[in-house]
């Protein structure tokens, strides 16, 4: 069963805009990765934050998580048409030993 | 290239038949995951092993799926009397498990089922 919902389910900007989806989930977590896939590829790994952390940062991305609302966000910044893809969070914890992904948030970034 | 490697990319199969996927993981990493992906949705874990051993599996994994991962290498996914619900992504990630590790998992591009 998937883990929480992503927010929202689809996304349409203009190239140059930010990006933010949102990601909330169930049970108690050790760390919080997001994950991008284009259109029937595999997964690519973008960035992982622990549950001690409130914020991270790799260059055009900003992960935030708020465990007591069990939610997260990631944003993009001044986004680009290759940023086109699914972006899925997805939570890892110690008892579960393997991920557990939401359901995607769907971002087209129009040239 | 030394990420992760699936074949077949695509299968399409006849209700009934059994197919086989297989994986090559990063090589060294001990850790291989199975998931399966429909269409619009997350991937959904269905099993994993440490090494050549498979510690967990989902309720997702019927008794029409197995999965093995001989000497700790290359793991293969088998569905016996494929259904027309078994059409969807199967995906393989691997990792290095270690104390303080990322626990950050590397994906196949994936094998697409369709059971017509």
């Known amino acids: 069963s998937q883990q929480g919902e992503e927010d929202p389910q689809a996304l349409s900007i203009q190239e140059g805009e930010n990006a933010t989806m949102n990601c909330s989930y169930k049970t108690s977590i050790n760390n919080l990765q997001w994950y991008r896939q284009n259109s029937g590829r595999g997964l690519v790994h973008l960035i992982l934050?622990?549950?001690?952390?409130r914020e991270k940062h790799s260059g055009r991305l900003r992960v935030t998580l708020d465990t007591s609302k069990k939610s997260s966000s990631l944003l993009i910044t001044a986004s680009r048409a290759a940023d086109t893809a699914s972006y899925f969070c997805a939570t890892y914890s110690g008892s579960a030993r393997q991920l557990t992904f939401g359901s995607g948030t769907q971002l087209t970034v129009l040239p | 290239d030394t990420g992760v490697s699936q074949d077949p990319r695509h299968k399409i199969t006849k209700r009934g038949q059994n197919v086989t996927f297989r994986c090559d993981p990063i090589s060294e990493h001990n850790r291989l995951y199975w998931y399966r992906q429909t269409l619009g949705q997350g991937p959904e874990f269905l099993t994993y092993f440490q090494n050549e051993a498979q510690l967990e599996k989902s309720r997702l994994l019927s008794d029409r799926f197995s999965a093995e991962r001989p000497k700790g290498s290359f793991s293969t996914l088998e569905i016996q009397r494929t259904e027309q619900g078994d059409s969807a992504m199967y995906l393989c990630a691997s990792r290095v498990a270690a104390s303080g590790g990322t626990d950050t998992q590397y994906f196949g591009p994936g094998t697409r089922l369709t059971v017509l």
């Open positions: 934050i622990r549950s001690n952390e």
